[in-house]
């Protein structure tokens, strides 16, 4: 069971940084990857960071470079480090884990959302 509760949002300044965390109650290995993602009102949501369960990670164009995504297998927790911030990284910033099951089924589990708020 793959249950996510994220923390570590709120407002900065641009040139900024902001730590979020995702704490998943279940096991890291339960899931086949664990990412971020964000969505700004009207717009579709993004997907910003990946880890994967073998630890390779993958990255927006628009964030790579300036974010990093990790983890901590022991606290079952995985972070995304976000430098230099810029205003159109305003959004609501999700976090998401999935697997697949034995059928090849993809099934995703995402936390609350953390508001994520970068001034001029």
């Known amino acids: 069971q793959v249950h996510l509760v994220e923390s570590g949002g709120g407002m900065v300044q641009a040139g900024g940084s902001l730590r979020l965390s995702c704490a998943n109650s279940?096991?890291?290995?339960?899931?086949?990857?664990m990412g971020w993602y964000r969505h700004t009102p009207g717009k579709e949501r993004e997907m910003v960071a990946v880890i994967y369960s073998g630890g390779s990670t993958k990255y927006s164009d628009s964030v790579r470079d300036r974010f990093t995504i990790s983890r901590d297998i022991a606290k079952n927790t995985v972070y995304l480090q976000m430098n230099s911030l810029k205003v159109e990284d305003t959004a609501v910033y999700y976090c998401n884990g999935y697997f697949f099951d034995r059928s090849g089924d993809r099934h995703d589990y995402w936390g609350q959302g953390t508001q994520v708020t970068v001034s001029s």
């Open positions: 279940g096991s890291i290995y339960s899931t086949n990857g």
